[in-house]
């Protein structure tokens, strides 16, 4: 079964970076796998935040991350990484991996991880 694991939330100030892990397992194959980093904050609906497509690398980011936020993923070890630099207080959220899913639309993403908190303080 396909299983994701995310790791390296935790509080941290206004300015400050982050580094979010999703270890994947269960593939026998990546290459043709899109997968995402999402976030929900209280209250507010789940959004993507980035994605990428495993073999090729190309990647896309939501606007409100742009030049602060860079997925990518590690061949060797099936694993995806968020490096999140300049955080906001705005950024404060649950974190979320997901494989197998279109874009930022989160319905279709197949499968989940547990999330990892996120909390930028002022």
């Known amino acids: 079964a396909q299983v994701l694991v995310e790791s390296g939330g935790g509080s941290v100030q206004a300015g400050g970076s982050l580094t979010l892990s999703c270890g994947v397992s269960g593939y026998t194959y990546l290459n043709f796998v899109r997968l995402a980093w999402f976030r929900q904050a209280a209250g507010k609906e789940r959004e993507g935040v980035a994605h990428?497509?495993?073999?090729?690398?190309?990647?896309e980011y939501a606007d409100s991350v742009k030049g602060r936020f860079n997925v990518s993923q590690d061949a060797t070890k099936n694993m995806l990484y968020l490096q999140m630099d300049s955080l906001i207080p705005e950024d404060t959220a649950m974190y979320y991996c997901?494989?197998?899913?279109?874009?930022?639309?989160?319905?279709?993403?197949?499968?989940w991880g547990q999330g990892t908190q996120v909390t930028v303080t002022s």
């Open positions: 997901a494989s197998e899913g279109a874009g930022f639309s989160a319905q279709t993403y197949k499968y």
């Open positions: 990428i497509l495993w073999i090729s690398r190309e990647k």
